[in-house]
Nanobody
Framework: QVQLVESGGGLVQAGGSLRLSCAAS????????MGWFRQAPGKEREFVAAISWSGGSTYYADAVKGRFTMSRDNAKNKVYLQMNSLKPEDTAVYYCAASTAVSGSRRDPDYDYWGQGTQVTVSS
């Protein structure tokens, strides 16, 4: 099974940028469609972005469309989430996830493997 480790989170002021990375090990991510989710305190985990196996298609939640960009580098076994124009409501733990069967899904159950998460805090 693939193991996923997120990095790149931190504290940033509103309007700033962060780039999250998700490094995969034990298996190549070429076999997986990938997604980013987030969970804010007291809220359910929600979809942020997803990318197809080849990277040719990307999908975004309305709340982040135009501000966040998801990409993947299969040669490096990594996926990324570039987050610009950050807002306080983007504060959450961000999770990377891998799906063996479904590309572009916004649903938690469609993802088979999850990282431990990285904290993103946006101050106003």
């Amino acid at each position: 099974q693939v193991q996923l480790v997120e990095s790149g989170g931190g504290l940033v002021q509103a309007g700033g940028s962060l780039r999250l990375s998700c490094a995969a090990s034990k298996r190549t991510i070429r076999n997986y469609a990938m997604g980013w989710f987030r969970q804010a305190p007291g809220k359910e985990r929600e979809f942020v972005a997803a990318i197809s196996w080849s990277g040719g298609s990307t999908y975004y939640a309305d709340a982040v469309k135009g501000r966040f960009t998801m990409s993947r580098d299969n040669a490096k076994n990594k996926v990324y989430l570039q987050m610009n124009s950050l807002k306080p409501e983007d504060t959450a733990v961000y999770y990377c996830a891998a799906s063996t069967a479904v590309s572009g899904s916004r649903r938690d159950p469609d993802y088979d493997y999850w990282g431990q998460g990285t904290q993103v805090t946006v101050s106003s």
